[in-house]
């Protein structure tokens, strides 16, 4: 299984010490051109240079196709209730349509976008938070201390109705 991540993911993912658990579960994590392009994180970028040198990442290049329909799904997000999605959000959500590849993401609108807008309801998205729990399903890790290792190297905070959700809280 392959799939596609957005920015916030992999800046917030890159911080975590068990990292590499992700391939795991994705045989390829996709970076999209336009996702590589907006980080600066000297962290983020060794993180994917190694994943791209051992080929457990690949550089996705955006066809003029790609870009055209990502940029619908970011005029739809933004008429809906809902965050908006930008346009390398929307890349990752085109591709998870086109090629099937499961979208990694942080981003709130592009992880409700699948709810709200009909052509991407088949787009299987997922946080950090649900990365985490597959691997636990997987039996590779205990939820409840991964999701507090997680929160402690990344700074990043889950919120409390995906903690209940999941049963760790």
Not at 96 to 117: D, I, K, Q
Request: glycine share 6%.
């Amino acid at each position: 299984m392959e799939a596609i991540a957005d920015t916030s993911f992999l800046i917030d993912w890159a911080r975590y010490s068990r990292r590499n658990l992700l391939y795991t579960l994705f045989t390829v994590v996709n970076i999209p051109e336009s996702v590589l392009a907006e980080i600066f994180s000297e962290n983020t970028l060794a993180w994917i240079t190694e994943g791209l040198a051992s080929g457990k990442m690949a550089l996705f290049t955006e066809t003029e196709e790609l870009v055209t329909y990502a940029r619908r799904v970011v005029s739809l997000s933004r008429a809906l209730p809902m965050r908006g999605v930008d346009l390398p959000e929307a890349v990752c959500l085109a591709a998870g349509v086109r090629f099937g590849y499961t979208v990694l993401t942080e981003n709130g609108g592009a992880a409700m976008a699948p709810s709200f807008v009909q052509e991407l309801s088949g787009v299987r998205v997922m946080r950090a938070v649900d990365v985490l729990h597959a691997l636990a399903q997987r039996g590779v890790i205990s939820l409840r201390e991964e999701i507090e290792r997680y929160q402690a190297e990344t700074g990043h905070r889950f919120a409390k109705r995906d903690l209940r959700r999941l049963g760790v809280e």
